[in-house]
């Protein structure tokens, strides 16, 4: 009988917290839709910050632990397509995003995305370097004019 009660607590624990993020989800989606004067089903970043005048989101955003005052960073992020103008989706799963803590496995994943990156980056600049000496060593000998690109 322990067991079972213990199990029914489980799966209602569960229940409210699916329940919650519903609602979450359509108090998002409300939110944006009411933002979205233009009925686009995107939203501008001055639409955004327009919204974010908005008692109810401010709320929501003081919430979650996000400072309304920072808009324009908000924005970008939300941003993933790098449209210019956030969707109803990347609205909703921005939000959720930052509303849940970060997970050790995302931190790691920023880390080795950041890594590689830097690899990347370092390759390109030897590389620009080689080819800015092969260029200078030209002009000197004479073979190019001067074209010191100065990487």
Known sequence: AAFQAMNNDRDNIIQT??????SLINTIRTVFQESDDDGSGQVSLEEFQTLLKNQEMK?????????????????????DDGSGTVSVDEFVTGLLRVKGSAKAVDMVMLLYENRKISKKLSRIFRQMRSVNDVINHLAVVGDVPDTDVGI
């Open 17 to 22: 917290q699916l329940e919650e993020k519903h």
């Open 59 to 79: 709320a929501y955003l003081d919430a979650i632990g996000i400072d309304s005052s920072e808009a324009h960073g908000l924005f970008r992020l939300l941003d």
